[in-house]
């Protein structure tokens, strides 16, 4: 290999060659730099960064075979003082402003002042509409019988009172026929408190929810009066406190003793409906007497 000369070496590095072996015949002209940073240029890895040399004007270096691209130098913005983010808003579990649904209160705890209030409030069915009073039951509070009808009629609620009108008076005079009254001996009560009603608020026949719903009422009813016979009029109340469908007829069930409450129950017909048809009042007073007997009564 040809010797080379102090000033070509410098040119090599300069282009990225190296690093470059003299040989040991190499003549004494041609001998080791004289100084030490000639010797790290010579033996300078090829990755090392060249110094800058000064350049001769008459002679150019040879252009690099893969020149590296130029590195581009980012100058860092000033970053702003750090501070804690806001931290995110978390929802809760349930929301602070729902109202809670409260548990419903035990009936079968209730004295008369409690249960009545109860009625008052109650929100539990359909029949419950905006701004309707329901009809609490009335009569003696120490009972002999409970009469239950299945629901208030209108006049039933413009009154306060369950069976109001021709009705209710011929309930007090079917009473004092078997030597009772509703004053001194009977507690009447409609099984649904709320006159059921249709989209023109005419009258309609009770659900099977709103019986539901009602039901415990009228038998914490039956628990205070300590009445020892319920008699029911109409296929409503019969079939609501008995557990069927409410659309049973009343004949499958007159003429019998069934229990309720651990009471005994006997179903007759309405007496709104004695006043449409005279010629079942036979049929009413049959069931009266059967009530009557059942209670110590002749």
């Not at 249960?115 to 039951?137: M, Y």
Request: with cysteine; net charge negative.
């Amino acid at each position: 290999m040809k010797n080379v000369s102090q000033r070509d070496a410098l040119f090599l590095a300069e282009m990225g060659i190296g690093p470059l072996w003299q040989l040991r015949s190499a003549p004494p002209a041609e001998a080791a730099p004289e100084s030490e940073q000639d010797v790290a240029i010579l033996v300078a890895p090829q990755d090392a960064a060249p110094r800058p040399v000064e350049q001769d004007q008459d002679q150019q270096p040879a252009p690099a075979a893969n020149p590296a691209p130029p590195v581009r130098q980012h100058t860092p913005l000033s970053a702003p003082p750090y501070r804690n983010p806001a931290p995110e808003p978390v929802e809760a579990a349930w929301d602070d402003d729902t109202p809670v649904e409260e548990a419903a209160p035990d009936v079968a705890a209730m004295d008369w002042p409690a249960l009545r209030a109860a009625i008052a409030d109650c929100k539990h069915c359909s029949a419950c509409g905006a701004g309707r009073k329901p009809v609490q039951g009335s009569g003696a509070r120490q009972a002999r019988w409970l009469v239950a009808a299945g629901t208030a009629s209108a006049v039933d609620e413009s009154a306060g009172q369950p069976l109001s009108g021709d009705p209710g008076t011929l309930l007090d005079n079917m009473l004092h026929a078997v030597g009772l009254s509703r004053e001194r001996d009977v507690y009447v009560t409609p099984l649904v408190k709320c006159r059921p009603t249709n989209a023109k608020g005419g009258e309609r026949a009770p659900t099977a929810e709103e019986v539901a719903a009602c039901r415990p009422f009228l038998e914490r009813e039956l628990a205070l009066s300590g009445a020892r016979t319920v008699l029911t009029l109409g296929q409503v109340a019969a079939n609501g406190l008995l557990g069927r469908a409410l659309q049973e007829p009343l004949a499958g069930l007159r003429g019998q003793v069934h229990q309720f409450g651990g009471k005994p129950l006997v179903a007759t017909l309405h007496p709104g409906e004695l006043l449409r048809r005279g010629f079942d009042k036979a049929l009413a007073w049959a069931d009266l007497c059967r009530a009557r007997s059942l209670d110590g009564g002749d």
